[in-house]
């Protein structure tokens, strides 16, 4: 069983250091892609805060640059990756956040997801599957409140998802009538839980940050309200 965890970044060194840390000594691989994002400001486009050394200092940890790509672009390049390196498991954790693990609990459940696929009635079953993590996020805007929930986190088979349209909207490669939309993971894994909170980041990172989620995000919800529309007309 061969388990991995998915990054993106850019000049964001000090939360991707906490962020490494806390999956390292959990995962077989971690897949860290630096590059700056389509449509940033600034006139480089590899990090030059330090962010590729961190990466490096971590032996279990693959650096790549991939500029000027959305953030939903960057994400599918490490969904290509985990497939070339044969990931059962794929982690998505972002450099802003960070992970608790009880590692044992956590990968005897990954093992039964395995056995369950392999021995089920219908046979070895190599589909693509989402899973929903328990995290704990805490927003610049309202660091007083911290909300509990479910996130699309943990993959089965990665190599066969992609991002597509929206953030939260996988398909099936193979079988794009297969797409799992915002809360429709097949379950909730135990064992790991994610932080997530902007105190290492500087206060003109964080704005900038926003003003790109808020650009991206405006420019989804068109889509969001066509592909939950469509779905919800779907299974009346």
């Given at each position: ?68 790509l959305t953030e939903i ?137 926003r003003r790109y989620q ?23």
């Amino acid at each position: 069983m061969r388990v991995g965890a998915g990054t993106v970044f850019f000049d964001d060194a000090r939360g991707l250091q906490r962020c490494l840390n806390s999956v390292a000594p959990y995962v077989d691989l971690i897949i860290a892609i630096d590059g700056r994002f389509k449509d940033f400001d600034e006139f480089y486009d590899i990090s030059i805060d330090g962010s590729k050394e961190v990466v490096e200092s971590f032996p279990n940890a693959k650096y790549y640059c991939f500029p000027n790509l959305t953030e939903i672009e960057k994400r599918n390049k490490y969904l290509e990756i985990a497939h070339s390196y044969g990931l059962d498991f794929l982690i998505v954790i972002d450099s802003d956040e960070y992970a608790r693990f009880d590692g044992n609990i956590f990968r005897n459940n990954l093992e039964k997801i395995i056995f369950q696929k392999e021995y089920s009635e219908i046979g070895l079953d190599s589909s693509p599957e989402v899973y929903g993590i328990k995290m704990f996020d805490q927003q610049f805007e309202r660091q007083d409140v911290t909300v509990e929930r479910y996130n699309e986190r943990l993959f089965y088979k990665p190599g066969r998802l992609r991002y597509s349209s929206i953030h939260s909207n996988l398909i099936d490669v193979r079988n794009t009538s297969r797409n799992f939309t915002t809360a429709k993971y097949t379950s909730e894994i135990e064992g790991i839980t994610l932080y997530n909170d902007d105190k290492l980041r500087t206060t003109e990172y964080i704005l900038k940050s926003r003003r790109y989620q808020h650009y991206l995000f405006g420019s989804e919800r068109i889509e969001r309200k066509r592909i939950v529309g469509y779905e919800t007309l779907k299974y009346k």
